[in-house]
């Protein structure tokens, strides 16, 4: 069988940032995929299941009710991989682009301090699987230590 593209992405060499992971057409409309890469694949320990959860659910609420860009906004969930997240967005974009964005989302879920929208038995499938001050230690390490002064090597996959 043929890799899919995720596949074929240097994970040796991958650092944390946020990057184009694919662009697929429908018809004349694109959706671009985000990789926001948390955690460097197999050298740093991934995000915990609680905290991801969280982190799922505060970003997707957080990223469908953002004034400008709620309705641009297709998808928010975790890599099966435990090191970050997709985003998939209407539109061609680069990183750069949706570098504002990020850095409101990554500041709303360091900063969140109530309780998590769906977290419910009604609401969410493992609600008690959520582990708020951990995904809040998180979004803050990959802000301080990436987003905020993002550089090239952490916008474009490696070779």
Known sequence: MKKIASFTINHLDLLRGVYISRKDYCGDHCITTFDIRMKEPNREPVINNGELHAMEHLGATFLRNDPVLSDEI???????????????????????????????????MADYDDEIPGATPRDCGNYLDMNLPMARYEAKKFLTEILEDIQPENMIYPE
């Not at 967005?89 to 990554?106: H, Q, V, W, Y």
């Open 74 to 108: 297709v998808y928010f969930g975790p890599m099966g991989c435990r090191t970050g997240f997709y985003l998939l967005m209407k539109g061609e974009r680069t990183p750069a682009d949706i570098m504002p964005l990020i850095i409101k989302l990554f500041t709303f």
